[in-house]
């Protein structure tokens, strides 16, 4: 339920799109509303794209992409996916970005993205680790599992 002074302060934004994210924002967990406007939060996200070797353009995007999961605007499940297309990266790159990003930034505050988002599992939590170990064939060792 939104306070009246959050009514107020909705009433006088006139960007239509602004006002739609201020009034999600406004109902979102305490943690995800601490986070959107944290600036240890900004210094991990400037960390993640230098060690990432990210361009200015590739960081807006990533910093983008992170804002609009933690209002639930894009679906954690696509994550991956808007990171390779968004920040223009190959596969591999961009599983590296998002795992530094899940484990710098989403994984505090897992649970509330698991609200809002509607999942009842964290995106590959239960994945079975079998499927991620190499497969051992006699002395050599199969990576490509």
């Not at 305490?30 to 900004?42: D, R, S, V």
């Not at 996200?45 to 995007?61: C, G, M, V």
């Not at 990003?101 to 079998?130: A, G, M, Q, T, Y």
């Amino acid at each position: 339920m939104l306070t009246s002074h959050q009514i107020k302060q909705l009433q006088k934004i006139t960007n239509p799109l602004v006002k739609k994210r201020y009034l999600i924002y406004f109902q979102l967990p305490p943690g995800l509303q601490q986070m959107m406007f944290n600036t240890e939060i900004a210094g991990k996200i400037k960390k993640i794209a230098e060690d990432n070797n990210l361009n200015k353009t590739q960081t807006w995007s990533m910093s983008y992409i992170v804002g609009m999961i933690l209002l639930g605007e894009t679906n954690i499940i696509d994550f991956l996916k808007s990171i390779e297309k968004e920040c223009k990266l190959e596969r591999e790159s961009a599983r590296q970005l998002a795992r530094d990003i899940n484990s710098e930034i989403f994984l505090p505050v897992k649970d509330d993205l698991k609200i809002i988002h509607k999942i009842s599992e964290w995106p590959r939590e239960n994945e079975n680790r079998e499927s991620i170990m190499p497969q051992i064939n006699g002395n050599i060792v199969n990576l490509k599992k």
